[in-house]
């Protein structure tokens, strides 16, 4: 089956009026023509005035919740191959038939509603409440007092909380205990360097009371200092203990800190939780601020503070941003952002000496010569595992620190499974090698397989990493993983904001990054979830030097790289970056790099 997308299509039909409301608010209402949708297409339709996604696949039709659960994407601007619907901005994918959460970053499914066809017209059937909410929560099974088995999770992150809801949605009626040393439910981290006005309970993933009503126990201010393995049982900072019959690890990492001489003044700051970032942007507020470390942290730090802070500073050992991840290409479209927002880099430079007046913090000395006023300072210089209180066990843990583990998430210690930032893991788009991806999505992922092995059900990972940095109202989206590569190919264009790179290892794309071009990665992501391989040839051809007919089929087909149906893109309201490319190829050509 061809992929196709329509740049430009009509206004999303008018809904029809509600042709019946039963006692349980239920409304049916007429949607639309049933020739108004293609086959593969998404359309967004109203129903008694709320948004509702109507899919045609295979010509059987689904009506769905139109938003992401995640941060409310329009998911009729996503990815479509066969039944796995994937969102344009984070990632996470839905079964269209279902509603059910197929990867993460959201945490719940989205409503289903019944579609009927008669004389050509399509009709929506759905209860009021599901229309207003555009989410749904998985159901789960309730705490039995009769099952002792314990599952302790160490963490208190999305990998933690992850695990938790599987081991209940999969049935488990036994005790689960979240401990953290943390004094608050898990949260969205990535908010902190993106919206650091926001209250700690404005990023709360889950409620308090949410956990309660699942018999998941949440204990804060409870950090582990030991691990008997033997035993089976791990000790706390305050002296108490806990037994377990399965174990998860997953304390996530640190902020490394800063080994320079007054490091140790006041106002140097990492930020690690909710009260870090209210805190620095209450320092930094009308003062100067430097930032050390071109990070994703850093950065987006430096957006968020560049019109609050007196001035913004960054100091970096590199020649760009993040160029270790996202390369020069990338980092280089960063930092001009910023610097157009009167951000200063001070680039290929270390910080050599903070100094300072009555122990606050008042200039920042670098390697180059130069001083910077720095009445607060930030530092994103990379993360270290919370992995310290496992020294001296039989765990195995690599050079930095990070536990080793499985597809399964199993350690080498039986019983034993650890996730999300603490481990290394097999990464199938570097040829299975171990590493460490620090995303959420991963996180969220890893501590959903080791729930289904710590019930004894047998399941691998298998994932494409996605990850995203905002800045100044504007979105990097990055999905695979790029690590060690060795050339690029970039379509579109670099100085105006709108491009798709790919990142070549071997030959082949391992990666993809872009601004302004949504849903590509999205679409790219798929491809690459697959199994199937997109040739730095194919990736510096693109879409655009395809025949029309073939467009992406080329990269999903039995004549190209995959014998899975095709993904299929949204029916937009509006042209998008993505089909222009993909319809007359105004991306340009590629342009290698490296």
Known sequence: MAFRLRGQSPEPPMAGPATGMGGDDTVTAEVCKEGDIGDGELLE???????????????????????????????SKGVLRGERLRCPWHGSCFNIKTGDI???????CLPCFKVTVEDGKVFVTAKKK??????????????????????LLLGGGVAALACAETLRQEGFTGRIIMATKENHVPYDKSKLSKQMNLKAEDAYLRKPEFLSARGIEMWTEKEAVSVDFQKQKVRFMDGSSQKYHQLLIAT?????????????????????????????????????????GASFIG?????????????????????????????PEVGGVAMKMLQNNGVKFYMETELRELKGKDGKVTEAVLSSGENIPADVVVVGI???PNSTFLKGTSI???????ILVDLHMRTNIPNVFAAGDVVSFPVELLGWEQSSIHHQQVAEAHGHIAAFNMLKREKKLHIVPFFWTRMLGKSIRYAGCGKGYTDTVVKGSLEQQKFLIFYIRDGFVTAAASLNCDPMVSLIAEVLYSGK???????????????????????????????????????????SCSSRWLLAGSLGSAHRSR
């Open 533 to 575: 391989q997109i040739s730095k040839e194919e990736a510096e051809q693109g879409p655009a030097g395809l025949d029309k007919r073939r467009t992406l089929r080329s990269w999903g087909s039995a004549e190209g790289l995959s014998r899975q149906k095709q993904p299929h893109v949204h029916r937009s309201t509006s042209p």
């Open 382 to 384: 990379g993360v270290v």
């Open 396 to 402: 195995a843990r690599d050079d930095s620190s990070a």
């Open 45 to 75: 339709v109203m129903v008694a005035g709320y948004p509702v996604l109507l899919v045609r696949n295979k010509k059987q039709f689904s009506a769905l919740g139109s938003k992401c659960p995640h941060y409310g994407a329009p998911l």
């Open 252 to 292: 996530g990492s640190h902020s490394s800190y800063l080994k320079v001489p007054g490091a140790d003044l006041q106002n140097v700051c990492i930020l690690q939780t909710p009260e870090d970032s209210r805190k620095i942007l209450e320092l930094a507020t009308g003062r100067n601020l430097v930032i050390v």
């Open 130 to 151: 599901d229309l207003e909410s555009s989410r749904r929560v998985k159901d789960t099974s309730m705490r039995c007092l009769l099952n002792y088995d314990t599952m």
């Open 299 to 327: 950065m987006e730090i430096a957006a968020f503070l560049s019109d609050k802070a007196g001035a913004v500073s960054v100091v970096e050992k590199k020649e760009f941003p993040f160029q270790h991840a996202l390369g």
């Open 102 to 108: 197929e990867e993460y970053p959201a945490l719940d």
